[in-house]
């Protein structure tokens, strides 16, 4: 027998996800950033360009994110309860272009215009799910404040950094909050079979990502075709893909 839960229920739900997952970052010690991070296994130069494959594996991010914007202003007219969607787009076109510069001159300084692009697609997609789910108004309102938050765990980062006291546990909110979340969001709210596992497939795609991000070298060493992080780009893209396609399977950007 299939168990209902009432809106109080879940706002109850959600609410103490939230702080418990917030709790859980901050009680662990500021976690600063880790100066291997910018060594990248595979930093061949071809065509003039350095780390060329890290570079050059960011155009899918480009190109699905100005085929969206097409997409959006042929389908849609501009107001603030579209407006996630075409934010959606403009942070995937920009993570495109800001990867490729940070993996062209790697520091902490060029990681900003990496991070920010990906906290604002983070955000965007989250209040859609919210518009979707729980409530149309207030996921237009949450935009906002969603990627202003964003922004500010990499800002909040980087001027840490600067002075010898980077903490990187927001951003990490940031970046793991939704993909917990919305999961359980589409649990406890009505929702197709289908778009479950459409979600389920765009977190378990962007987990494969960050899984050959981690063994960046061991990948490169096993073919000495192509790195870990140049194959994490590719497969956070897929990730994109599916996240685009989910938001463009009905008129209006309705996913139930």
Not at 141 to 150: D, E, H, K, Q, S
Not at 166 to 192: E, H, K, N, W
């Amino acid at each position: 027998m299939k168990m209902k839960i009432n809106d109080k229920t879940r706002a109850v739900i959600l609410l103490m996800t939230t702080v418990l997952l917030v709790c859980f970052i901050f009680q662990m010690d500021p976690i600063s950033q880790d100066p291997s991070y910018h060594h990248f296994a595979d930093n061949r130069v071809m065509m003039a360009i350095p780390n060329f494959y890290n570079v050059i594996s960011n155009l899918p991010f480009v190109l699905l994110g100005l085929t969206g914007l097409i997409f959006f202003f042929r389908d849609n007219t501009f107001s603030v309860y579209t407006l996630p969607v075409f934010t959606l787009f403009i942070g995937v076109t920009t993570i495109g272009l800001g990867s490729a510069y940070y993996h062209l001159y790697p520091n902490n300084a060029t990681l900003v215009w990496d991070r920010i692009p990906m906290t604002i697609t983070f955000m965007s997609f989250f209040s859609i799910i919210i518009s979707t789910y729980i409530n149309k108004l207030w996921g237009a309102i949450l935009l906002t404040p969603l990627v202003i938050l964003g922004i500010a765990s990499v800002v909040i980062w980087y001027l840490g950094e600067l002075n010898g006291a980077g903490d990187l546990r927001l951003y990490a909110l940031v970046q793991f909050y939704p993909m917990i979340v919305i999961p359980l969001i589409l649990f406890v709210y009505p929702t197709s079979r289908k778009i479950k596992l459409q979600v389920l497939s765009i977190i378990v795609t962007y987990g494969i990502a960050k899984i050959f991000e981690k063994y960046d070298v061991q990948v490169l060493e096993a073919g000495q075709l192509i790195s870990g992080h140049s194959l994490k780009h590719l497969f956070a893209a897929i990730s994109i893909l599916l996240i685009v396609r989910l938001v463009r399977q009905q008129s209006g950007y309705e996913l139930r």
